[in-house]
């Protein structure tokens, strides 16, 4: 039997805060996988193409794939069951197939809600959807594939979780060329998205994607890291990536040997990368600059020790100032990650942190709202103290509160994130460092840079516009 694929991004919510579109990394190592084995592949990418559900469905009638397989994360979850069903009204015969970290947790629940939908992926998929896509052309059941939720007799079970991929160097590189590349460019640009590893060996209480990837910290060699980024560069012209790990610093050693591996090899490229306050030296990020690193983004989180023990982060602000100091010393750019409103977050606690981020000065500041999501601890607590308001996971976008505590309400920690916003980039030090650099675009870039201003629909956003601020 001939198995042609469609994997999908779907779209964001109408509405929501949001990135802009980015290079959907985990569908790409999909359709890599899946190509290196000899399936067809192909990928509508609803984000960057700005397609409409309408668009979708005459897509898919024209492909008529045998599987079509999507991804979401907890804000997209709603528009992927769209697509499924969507894709069962364009072609009735398609196996539809749903992964990625919210349904990893919430697989049962999503079946039950939408019939149209056969099988979840749960965690790694890379595998699971191969194995799948096997049995299919040899005929054979997939009700029992390991890493799948699905239905067998109208009952739905949960098979075993499929083992981690330890050896990630035997992952193809990323199939890009299966993207509309051209709708990924940022100003005149695309810059490559890399990852180097899987899983972390912390466990915070609000994330779930130590969750999704383990505790155990996997990594790609160094050679071949560089490899991917040097083959992107003679194919595409690369020379601006974004390293995707959630701490790209967590083994040192390595880091230095990715920074040695791409100045023995001569690559002119610019980089940034995010990780935590305490896993870089001043000499590692010497050595990262000399690599053609030019922005670091650091969770910061808080201004308050007690909160940052509370999300289980285990570093401590005397070390997010030592990072900041050395970064500007050796001349990178930095970017602060701050959290608000996580449990126990106050007014005080929360102008505490701001005064906090305002004196460590980073050129762009993201002000996220604490967001349970399913699979983490932060989920389970609010939830068994009633406090979770919204539901509707289209809202679940960190820009928009979800859940009301007792020591701030929903409307004062939305109030605070506006007024946090206003006061960093309306710092008349900030706006004349800024300008003098070109505007926003002008000081980042990578996932921080066409971030750090996505709230430019706001009302900061209109001020920084009438002050001069470019958003391209």
Request: charge should be positive; glycine fraction near 8%.
């Amino acid at each position: 039997m001939s198995v042609d694929v469609t994997l999908v991004n779907p779209p964001y919510p109408e509405g929501a805060h949001h990135h802009p579109s980015f290079i959907p990394l985990g569908i790409s190592y999909l359709g890599a996988v899946l190509e290196e084995r000899g399936y067809s592949v192909n990928v509508i990418d609803c984000q960057a193409q700005k397609l409409t559900y309408a668009d979708l469905e005459r897509e898919i009638s024209k492909r008529q794939p045998k599987i079509v397989g999507t991804t979401s994360t907890t804000l997209t979850y709603k528009s992927a069951l769209k697509v499924m069903r969507i894709a069962k009204q364009a072609h009735p015969g398609c196996l539809t197939i749903l992964g990625g970290c919210h349904v990893t947790f919430w697989d049962d629940k999503a079946l039950e809600e939408c019939p149209q939908l056969d099988v979840i992926a749960r965690k790694e998929g890379e595998y699971t959807l191969l194995e799948i896509a096997n049995k299919l052309r040899e005929n054979k059941l997939i009700d029992d594939v390991i890493g799948t939720t699905c239905r067998r007799n109208g009952e739905i079970i949960r098979n075993p979780d499929r083992p981690y991929i330890e050896d990630l160097d035997s992952l193809p590189f990323p199939a890009f060329h299966l993207l509309p590349l051209r709708h990924l460019m940022a100003h005149g640009r695309i810059i490559f998205p890399v990852t180097t590893s899987r899983g972390c060996v912390y466990w915070c209480n609000f994330c779930t994607t130590v969750r999704m990837f383990g505790r155990g910290y996997r990594t790609r060699s160094p050679e071949n890291v560089v490899d991917e980024m040097q083959f992107l560069n003679k194919k595409y012209g690369a020379k601006q990536f974004t390293f995707y790990d959630d701490a790209f610093t967590v083994n040192q050693a390595r880091t230095e040997k990715i920074c040695e591996e791409i100045q023995k090899r001569g690559l002119k490229v610019e980089w940034d990368c995010e990780t935590r306050v305490d896993m870089v030296t001043k000499e590692l990020l010497q050595k990262m600059k000399k690599a053609g690193c030019i922005t670091v983004w650091f969770g910061v989180e808080s201004g308050s020790q007690n909160l940052i023990n509370s999300m289980g982060k285990s570093f401590s602000i005397v070390q997010t100032r030592k990072a900041f100091k050395w970064a500007a010393e050796v001349g990178l750019m930095t970017q602060a990650s701050v959290i608000l409103g996580f449990p126990g977050e106050t007014k005080e606690t929360a102008l505490e942190t701001i005064k906090f981020a305002e004196e460590l000065n980073p050129i762009l500041i993201g002000y996220y709202i604490a967001t349970p999501y399913p699979g983490t601890p932060m989920y389970d607590y609010v939830k068994e103290n009633s406090w979770l308001k919204i539901t509707d996971f289209d809202k679940y976008d960190t820009a928009t509160p979800t859940f009301e505590s007792p020591t701030l309400s929903m409307k004062e920690l939305a109030e605070i994130r506006e007024k946090a916003y206003q006061r960093f980039y309306l710092r008349p030090t900030y706006i004349v460092r800024t300008l003098l650099k070109g505007g926003i675009y002008g000081v980042a870039s990578g996932k921080g840079g066409t971030y750090g201003i996505a709230s430019a629909k706001s009302s900061f956003g209109r001020l920084l516009r009438s002050l001069g601020f470019k958003f391209g």
